[in-house]
C-alpha cells in the first residue's frame, strides 16, 4: 500500500504570514491532488498535478509536484483566516488501479486572525 | 443539482445494532466510493464501485458491506456496530477513470456515526 506522509500534522499561524505544507511518499505518483476539508464538510478539490515539475498557482495558494514525482507542496502566501481547514492530498499510483485514491494523513491549519 | 447527498447526517448506535447509511448522487457518476474518517486523520477507503452490479473492497472492508444496485445510489451496512467503527463516514463519486488520474472526486457531507 503506498503510504503518503504529511508534514506537520499541526500549522498554527498568524493572519499574513507564509507557510508551506508536504507531501511525500517513497513511491511515484501517476498523479497527486490536494484537497481542503473545512469542519462538518467533506474535502473539496483545490488542484491536481500530473507532470513531474508541473507548478500550478490558485490566487495565493502554489502548488508544486516534484521532479521525480514522489513528493509535493502547497505554498500559502499572505493566510487568511478563510485558509483555516484540514489540508489533504490524494494520489494514484503505478501499485493501484486509477479508479482508487489514497490520502495522506493530513496538515491541519489554523489561522490566527 | 444536487451532487452527493448522504442520510443520515448523525446517528447513535448501541453495539450490536445494525444500519444503513444511504448515498445518492445526481451526477451520473459510475464511480462511488465510501471513506471514513477518524478524528485527527485523513481517509481511509472502506469499499468502492465502478458501476452498477460491481462492488471491491478498499482498504478497511470488515465489518461492513455495500451494494449498488443503481447507478445513483451506493448504500454502506453495518451489520453488527462496534466501537471501533465511531468514525465520520464520507461518499464520494467521480466519473469515469482513465483520464490521467485527473478525476475529481466529490464528497458528500459525511455522516457521524458514534458507537456505544
Not at chain 2, 448523525?10 to 462511488?32: E, P, V, W
Not at chain 2, 463519486?93 to 478525476?103: D, K, L
Request: with cysteine.
Amino acid at each position: 500500500t503506498q503510504l503518503l506522509e504529511q508534514s506537520p500534522q499541526f500549522l498554527s499561524i498568524q493572519e499574513g504570514e507564509n507557510l508551506t505544507v508536504y507531501c511525500n511518499s517513497s513511491s511515484v505518483f501517476s498523479s497527486l491532488q490536494w484537497y481542503r476539508q473545512e469542519p462538518g464538510e467533506g474535502p473539496v478539490l483545490l488542484v491536481t498535478v500530473v507532470t513531474g515539475g508541473e507548478v500550478k498557482k490558485l490566487k495565493r495558494l502554489t502548488f508544486q509536484f516534484g521532479d521525480a514525482r514522489k513528493d509535493s507542496s502547497l505554498h500559502i502566501t499572505a493566510a487568511q483566516p478563510g485558509d483555516t481547514g484540514l489540508y489533504l492530498c490524494a494520489s494514484r499510483g503505478p501499485n493501484f488501479g486509477n479508479e482508487k485514491l489514497t490520502f495522506g494523513t493530513g496538515t491541519r491549519l489554523t489561522i490566527i486572525p | 443539482n444536487a451532487g452527493v447527498t448522504q442520510t443520515p447526517k448523525f446517528r447513535i448506535l448501541k453495539i450490536g445494532q445494525s444500519m444503513t447509511l444511504q448515498c445518492a448522487q445526481d451526477m451520473n457518476h459510475n464511480y462511488m466510493y465510501w471513506y471514513r474518517q477518524d478524528p485527527g486523520m485523513g481517509l481511509k477507503l472502506i469499499y468502492y464501485s465502478v458501476g452498477a452490479g460491481i462492488t471491491d473492497k478498499g482498504e478497511v472492508p470488515n465489518g461492513y458491506n455495500v451494494s449498488r444496485s443503481t447507478t445513483e445510489d451506493f448504500p454502506l451496512r453495518l451489520e453488527l456496530a462496534a466501537p471501533s467503527q465511531t468514525s465520520v463516514y464520507f461518499c464520494a463519486s467521480s466519473s469515469n477513470s482513465g483520464t490521467g488520474g485527473q478525476e475529481t472526486q466529490y464528497f458528500g457531507p459525511g455522516t457521524r456515526l458514534l458507537v456505544l
